[in-house]
């Protein structure tokens, strides 16, 4: 069983900096992006960063220049580094893996995988 885990959340006052981070477990052979989404109380889903496994990168306009994304392949584990946050950055943090490649009942498969989301709170 394929699951992501997410850690780093939590409450932060306005100009404050955190690192998210979210390991994937289970039989992995590759992960093709991984990606941290976030939803804020009564607001739609929204993309805020992407990484490929070659190391290519996305932003959301919101977040360029205050986030950034990084991954260790090896560990199969995806980084969230979050400075100068703003209170509307408050959310749920979701981590998102695209093209995870691994073996359902001896088959190989390409799987998308949601993590459970962990709560960041920017508030003075």
């Known amino acids: 069983q394929v699951q992501l885990v997410e850690s780093g959340g939590g409450l932060v006052q306005p100009g404050g900096s955190l690192r998210l981070s979210c390991a994937a477990s289970?039989?992995?052979?590759?992960?093709?992006?991984m990606d941290w989404y976030r939803q804020a109380p009564g607001k739609e889903r929204e993309l805020v960063a992407s990484?490929?496994?070659?190391?290519?990168?996305n932003y959301a306009d919101s977040v360029k220049g205050r986030f950034t994304i990084s991954r260790d392949n090896a560990k199969n584990t995806v980084f969230l580094q979050m400075i100068s946050l703003k209170p509307e950055d408050t959310a749920t943090y979701y981590c998102?893996?695209?093209?995870?490649?691994?073996?359902?009942?001896?088959?190989?498969?390409?799987?998308?995988?949601w993590g459970q989301g962990t709560l960041v709170t920017v508030s003075s």
């Open positions: 998102h893996a695209d093209g995870l490649r691994t073996v359902v009942a001896g088959t190989f498969r390409y799987l998308e995988v």
């Open positions: 289970g039989i992995i052979f590759s992960v093709n992006a």
């Open positions: 990484i490929t496994s070659g190391g290519r990168t």
